[in-house]
């Protein structure tokens, strides 16, 4: 992995594909290990409300708009996770297909994780992309490769 050019961009911004606007707030890139590491936390916690609640008033005050987002990103019960990478091509290909489907599906969250910025929490993902279906904190179902009609068919399997 070449690391020219501006790395302060992460996640979504550092494709530089044109992807369409998040209507509904129910998508996030993990941009670190320490940030996908939280983000699985909240999801295998969100079968447990109060434990959640509990959770997020540790935060300082200061962080209170960084609370507020996750509580209501997290509030949803379902939870895909993309893992790609930037210099896959086929991540490529059905990323914008994901953002799309985001849209269409506004009670489950999607969350999109490049193996390159979290390595360490993703050392377990052997192909990209990979998806991960969540429900009430368990992961339920894992897709391999790509397809727009295939992904869209199993998130509604899964809302």
């Known amino acids: 992995m070449g690391d020219s050019g501006d790395r302060s961009k992460?996640?979504?911004?550092?494709?530089?594909?044109?992807?369409?606007?998040?209507?509904?707030?129910n998508l996030i890139s993990a941009s670190s290990d320490e940030s996908l590491n939280d983000i699985l936390l909240r999801i295998k916690s969100s079968k447990t409300p109060v434990y959640l609640n509990f959770?997020?008033?540790?935060?300082?005050?200061k962080n209170?708009?960084?609370?507020d987002f996750y509580n209501s990103f997290f509030m949803c019960l379902q939870t895909v996770i993309n893992y790609g990478a930037s210099w896959c091509g086929v991540c490529s290909q059905i990323l914008?297909?994901?953002?799309?489907?985001?849209?269409?599906?506004?009670?489950?969250?999607?969350?999109?994780?490049?193996?390159?910025?979290?390595?360490?929490?993703?050392?377990?993902?052997r192909y990209t992309p990979t998806f991960h279906f969540?429900?009430?904190?368990?992961?339920?179902?894992?897709?391999?490769?790509?397809?727009?009609?295939?992904l869209h068919d199993r998130l509604l399997v899964h809302s």
Do not use: W
């Open 96 to 125: 914008p297909a994901f953002c799309k489907l985001s849209n269409q599906f506004p009670k489950l969250s999607f969350v999109y994780a490049d193996i390159d910025e979290c390595p360490e929490t993703t050392q377990h993902i």
């Open 55 to 61: 959770f997020l008033q540790s935060f300082p005050k």
């Open 134 to 150: 969540y429900r009430d904190g368990k992961r339920v179902d894992e897709m391999f490769g790509a397809g727009e009609e295939r």
């Open 10 to 25: 992460k996640g979504f911004e550092d494709t530089g594909l044109d992807l369409p606007p998040n209507k509904h707030g």
């Open 64 to 67: 209170s708009l960084f609370t």
